[in-house]
T-cell receptor, first 110, second 113 residues
Framework: GEDVEQSLFLSVREGDSSVINCTYTDSSSTYLYWYKQEPGAGLQLLTYIFSNMDMKQDQRLTVLLNKKDKHLSLRIADTQTGDSAIYFCAEPYSGYALNFGKGTSLLVTP | NAGVTQTPKFQVLKTGQSMTLQCAQDMNHEYMSWYRQDPGMGLRLIHYSVGAGITDQGEVPNGYNVSRSTTEDFPLRLLSAAPSQTSVYFC????????????FGSGTRLTVV
């Protein structure tokens, strides 16, 4: 399928904000997802946004959606060392599975 | 509830051997799917199922078979393993409402030598 695009690496200082960007492919996507993967672990659903929303806030996480440009972003406020992980953007695949980006490795330094 | 359970966690196969990766969920989810994760490639969809008796191919189905005889189970079969199938395999499930997201198993790390 077409590629969901993400930058591969991001490094931030502890306490700063992190912004991870994603460009998805299917303009008819109903939900868009952010997953987190810690080293050696499975995938954990971080948050999701419905396509009729522009923004969703959940504690330290803010998701912005620009449907015109098919652009999704995840902002993590007050980034902590425990936030170091790989973050995946995902869109629906035929409505029944997921099409993932390659993931953004976030490194948080003290 | 156990969620999505994958077995085994680790497996080493010789080229040409066959095996089945097991996936079971106890959440009565209709949709189930299999992915492989390779370094720098993200997760790629192998096969998926929308319910018992119904399966379909994803992005990278070659070399893999699936079946869905019950709602709970969605095994992935490698008929003749190849070194290119060395990967981490994840199974996921979801109910029919998209807002709940997909629940993932903890993965199976497969090495084919």
């Amino acid at each position: 399928g077409e590629d969901v695009e993400q930058s591969l690496f991001l490094s931030v200082r502890e306490g700063d904000s992190s912004v991870i960007n994603c460009t998805y492919t299917d303009s008819s996507s109903t939900y868009l997802y952010w997953y987190k993967q810690e080293p050696g672990a499975g995938l954990q659903l971080l948050t999701y946004i419905f396509s009729n929303m522009d923004m969703k806030q959940d504690q330290r996480l803010t998701v912005l959606l620009n449907k015109k440009d098919k652009h999704l972003s995840l902002r993590i406020a007050d980034t902590q060392t425990g936030d170091s992980a790989i973050y995946f953007c995902a869109e629906p695949y035929s409505g029944y599975a997921l099409n993932f980006g390659k993931g953004t490795s976030l490194l948080v330094t003290p | 509830n156990a969620g999505v359970t994958q077995t085994p966690k680790f497996q080493v196969l010789k080229t040409g051997q066959s095996m089945t990766l097991q996936c079971a969920q106890d959440m009565n989810h209709e949709y189930m799917s299999w992915y492989r994760q390779d370094p720098g490639m993200g997760l790629r969809l192998i096969h998926y199922s929308v319910g018992a008796g119904i399966t379909d191919q994803g992005e990278v189905p070659n070399g893999y078979n699936v079946s869905r005889s019950t709602t709970e189970d969605f095994p992935l079969r490698l008929l003749s393993a190849a070194p290119s199938q060395t990967s981490v395999y994840f199974c996921a499930s979801r109910n029919t409402g998209g807002s709940s997201g997909y629940t993932f198993g903890s993965g199976t790390r497969l090495t084919v030598v």
